[in-house]
């Protein structure tokens, strides 16, 4: 074999990083890893349902993949040993339980496992918000109890503190917990300035009385500690300098060193009251929030790696997490390792270290990490680039780097490599996959940016660009909003979006749904009105509150919403819903819960313009970028606390002050290394902007306070604007492995035709047969039976074998179906194909691409709504056609028992 045990890959922006992950991956498998062994981390849920996608898709299309080649040269068989063993690990892969997920839930998953030696429930939850309104209040009760009250309030008033602003400190000690153990920080009293001031004074006597200028003695009045590190004489040593050098002499310079050691003392007592009281109240504020966490079981994502890491260092031993993980994990694949977070990475380790310990031994047990630390941009979140090469000489990992870039076109690298070779600390310029010398680069500089924002756009749609290819990178959230109604202003027939996914919750026929719920249990009428709004009713449709039985579960309430109002719209959207509504078991509950719902909708709107920050940019790739200088000046407020480390541990915390630098040497130490590290930050910020562009790359900078200064940009233009004509094909397949979950004691009647109903089972039979043909990457009965493969996998659970064997049946008749294949044949095929019309997001099921006209089509499985069927694809005809400069035709294709009928639209 060919494959290093444990690998670091730095990998450069578009270099192939998915590439190497899914070959990494499937070489395992090919290798005899169990799936079940295999961890793969990563950093958000969209990058790990992407991986999932690229890993199944990469190994149903083997036979025609790049990977074929990588994987073979990893594992050593030739490309037909790999091929002939396809099926066998395709069905291997189908029946495990992968686990490929974030890093957030993958800690979580963890800690289910030993939540009673933290004092937690394993049911607990995990979410974004915590009981913040509980969490003051019982602060407030413990410094009481505490008899801290007093000192929470001289402590307020001393540093000017708001109670918003004390916890926010306190949150940014908690995030340091496992770092910093607060409670060492030594204790001093609030002390006086009044040392300093009469030191001061002396100076400023002596002046006088030498005959300084009125305007040389104001330098000498002060009255707090800001003023006072405001001098500029602090920054020198003595006074031969301005109008002071013809009065200055021995006795006054000394006088100057004695003010700044005096300051120097004084800004280190007023540390030590800081932190010292801060370490007290921190010690309620966590006892507090032990307490919540224990009372309710509402965990925050820094509450799971908290604990996590008390457990590993207090409860319980390293070698009994790895017993209970029932020695689980022998393979390691980390995506953005140079987002980790110290913390993180102190968890992973007992793991680590475990596989390492394999070495030499029979137990073939592999690491691989992969990262860019030019891309580190989550420095404010606690991520720590510098683990990355801490991590390849602590764990003496192999070293391998891509080096060529396969996402962007030639003009773009270069341009890329001009700019930050020198400035990015290491940079090697990247190679271009194609020397083909394509691409477009286009810099302009002026007063205001906005006609320059909106000039790139229109060029680039005159050049044919199509929206959904076009991004805008903006510095903030605030930025965004303004961008994109200038935008809209500017072209208000195009669709200009800020979001890349869409909220389950936020779905219309969820939307709905929840809306009548909350009428239901709260009577306002309110919620009524939104109900009716959001279900296409007017406000004066009779809608009743009697016959509604609140006492059954949700699940049970809102399948019979579905039934009452048919909203059943053909998606997979309810049955999520569905899903979540299983977790609980009263409608209070899930009632308060749906607020901090972040359980991502199937389908993006992937139409429009895009407007997104640099930060959420990352990861992402564009057709054509537009990256816009920031509009307001750049906030420079520093933080009130100053972490200093040294690779990745803590060498000091400092209280930070504008000025102290120049009477405190190891403070001036730490606030230069913290400078040179916003440099990086802004610099990686800037690369991740650039490095998004495939053809064309804009910039859009400004003559004054531009976030671009250190890039010392020019005017230029480069190159030629080329609109893409590959349409991006979306996969035929997703081939996601279903985690099994039942709906109550329901089953699917023996017979299919009792689908028509709305019950549960009738969607989650509609569901399936959508699937199946999502499955199919052709209309074949090899295609047929794979997909019926995956059909298995993940329905088995839900629908009993007469359902199943009746959806099989369905598929054997539409690839049958002579008018059907007449119909399909010659097309470029899209399957389950997103469309954002008239603000509503749909799902195309089957769309055909000719040279001469476009043929949309929508399955049914009954004809009982053919009336709204008809409304539907006429919806979807209207707007491909706006879409489109061709004719567009729609069919509704119904696949019933008795065979397939395909119905043109009027």
């Not at 219309?508 to 809306?515: D, E, M, P, T, V």
């Not at 100053?642 to 990745?648: A, F, K, Q, R």
């Not at 053809?695 to 893409?724: D, P």
Request: charged share 25%.
């Amino acid at each position: 074999m060919n494959m290093s045990s444990y690998l670091a890959l730095e990998a450069s922006a578009g270099s192939g990083k998915t590439f190497a992950l899914s070959v990494r991956y499937l070489s395992l498998l090919f290798m005899g890893a169990n799936p079940q062994k295999i961890v793969a981390l990563t950093f958000t849920s969209k990058s790990a349902a992407e991986m999932k996608t690229r890993i199944f898709e990469t190994l149903k299309h083997l036979e025609s993949k790049d990977e074929l080649e990588a994987i073979a040269t990893q594992t050593g068989k030739s490309k037909e040993v790999l091929l002939a063993e396809k099926e066998r690990v395709m069905q291997t892969l189908l029946q495990a339980d992968i686990k490929i997920s974030t890093l957030d839930s993958f800690f979580s998953l963890i800690l289910r496992h030993f939540a009673l030696h933290v004092g937690l429930q394993p049911d607990f939850t995990v979410g974004q918000k915590r009981l913040d309104v509980e969490l003051v209040e019982r602060f407030i009760q413990g410094c009481k109890r505490h008899n801290l009250y007093n000192a929470l309030i001289a402590f307020s008033l001393n540093e000017d503190k708001k109670l918003g602003d004390l916890f926010s400190l306190l949150n940014t000690l908690y995030q340091k917990k496992s770092e910093l153990d607060v409670s060492t920080l030594e204790e001093g009293s609030f002390p006086s300035l009044k040392p300093c001031l009469d030191i001061l004074e002396r100076i400023r006597a002596y002046f006088e009385q030498s005959g300084l200028s009125v305007r040389g003695l104001a330098t000498f009045k002060a009255q707090t500690l800001g003023e006072l590190l405001s001098k500029k004489y602090l920054e020198r040593d003595d006074f031969g300098y301005w109008d002071y050098k013809k009065y200055t002499n021995e006795q006054v310079d000394a006088l100057l060193m004695e003010l700044k050691h005096a300051l120097n003392a004084h800004v280190n007592a007023k540390e030590a009251y800081f932190l010292g009281q801060l370490g007290k109240l921190f010690a309620v504020y966590d006892a507090s929030l032990r307490a919540l966490m224990s009372e309710y079981g509402e965990l925050a994502f820094d509450d799971v790696t908290n604990l996590l890491y008390t457990l590993l260092h207090q409860e319980i031993s390293k070698d009994f997490l790895y017993f209970r993980l029932d020695g689980a994990i022998e393979h390691l694949l980390i995506d953005e390792f140079q987002d980790t977070s110290i913390v993180q990475y102190q968890i992973l380790l007992p793991i680590i270290e475990e596989i390492r310990a394999g070495q030499g031994v029979k137990e073939f047990k592999t690491l691989f990490f992969v990262g860019d630390v030019k891309q580190s941009i989550y420095r404010f979140r606690g991520g720590a680039k510098e683990l990355f090469g801490y991590a390849k000489k602590s764990l003496h990992l192999d070293i391998n780097a891509l080096d060529t870039n396969y996402r962007s076109n030639e003009l773009v690298v270069d341009f890329v490599n001009e700019l930050f070779t020198c400035k990015i600390k290491g940079y090697e310029p990247q190679k271009v996959a194609k020397a083909t010398g394509e691409g477009y680069i286009n810099v302009r500089i002026e007063e205001m940016i906005e006609p320059s924002v909106l000039e790139a756009i229109a060029l680039l749609l005159k050049e044919g660009a199509k929206p959904k290819d076009i991004a805008l990178l903006v510095h903030t959230n605030k930025d965004a909003k303004v961008f994109k109604e200038l935008v809209q202003e500017q072209f208000p027939s195009l669709h200009v979006r800020l979001e890349a996914t869409l909220k389950l919750i936020e779905v219309r026929s969820i939307k709905a749904i929840i809306a009548l719920l909350k009428y239901l249990y709260f009577g306002d009428e309110l919620y009524k009105a939104t109900f009716l709004v959001l279900c296409g009713k007017t406000w004066e449709t009779p809608l009743l509150k009697q016959g509604w039985d609140l006492d059954v579960t949700p699940l049970v309430l809102v399948e019979k919403i579905i039934k009452t109002y048919g909203l059943f719209d053909g998606s997979s959207d309810l049955l999520s819903f569905l899903e979540v509504a299983s977790r609980y078991e009263e409608i209070e509950s899930f009632l308060f819960a749906l607020d901090d719902l972040s359980d991502e909708a199937k389908s993006e709107d992937v139409d429009g313009l895009r407007v997104l920050t640099v930060h959420k940019s990352k990861g992402l790739e564009f057709e054509h970028v537009i990256v816009c200088d920031r509009l307001s000046r750049d906030n420079n407020r520093s933080d009130t606390l100053l972490w200093h480390y040294d690779e990745v541990e803590i060498k000091g915390l400092y209280l930070s002050m504008a000025g102290r630098e120049t009477v405190d040497a190891s403070y001036a130490k730490a606030k230069e290394h913290e400078s040179a590290l916003m440099v990086e930050d802004r610099l990686n910020a800037l690369y991740v902007a650039f490095t998004r562009a495939k053809r064309s790359l804009f910039v859009c900078a400004k003559e004054q306070n531009s976030a671009f200064e250190m890039l010392e940009l020019s005017t230029t233009e480069r190159g030629i604007i080329r609109a893409s004509t590959k349409e991006t094909t979306v996969a035929a397949s997703t081939m996601r492995v279903y985690a099994p979950k039942r709906y109550g004691a329901q089953e699917v009647a023996s017979t299919p035709d009792e689908e028509e109903s709305a019950e549960i089972a009738s969607i989650t039979f509609g569901i399936a047969q959508h699937y199946l043909l999502e499955m199919m990457e052709r209309f074949d009965e090899a295609s047929l039976m794979r997909a019926y493969t995956a059909l298995q996998n993940r329905f088995a659970p839900l629908l009993d074998e007469t359902a199943m064997r009746a959806i099989y049946q369905r598929g054997e008749k539409l690839i049958s179906c002579k008018a059907f294949l007449d119909l399909i044949e010659g097309a470029k095929v899209f399957k389950e194909q997103p469309l954002m019309y008239q603000k509503e997001r749909k799902q195309i099921d089957l769309l055909l691409e000719f040279s001469d006209r476009i043929v949309v089509v929508d399955y049914k499985s009954s004809k009982k709504q053919s009336a709204k069927h008809q409304t539907q694809i006429k919806l979807y005809q209207d707007a491909l056609t706006q879409i489109y400069n061709l004719p567009v035709e729609a069919y509704i294709c119904y696949l019933q028992n008795d065979g397939v009928e395909l119905l043109k639209s009027l």
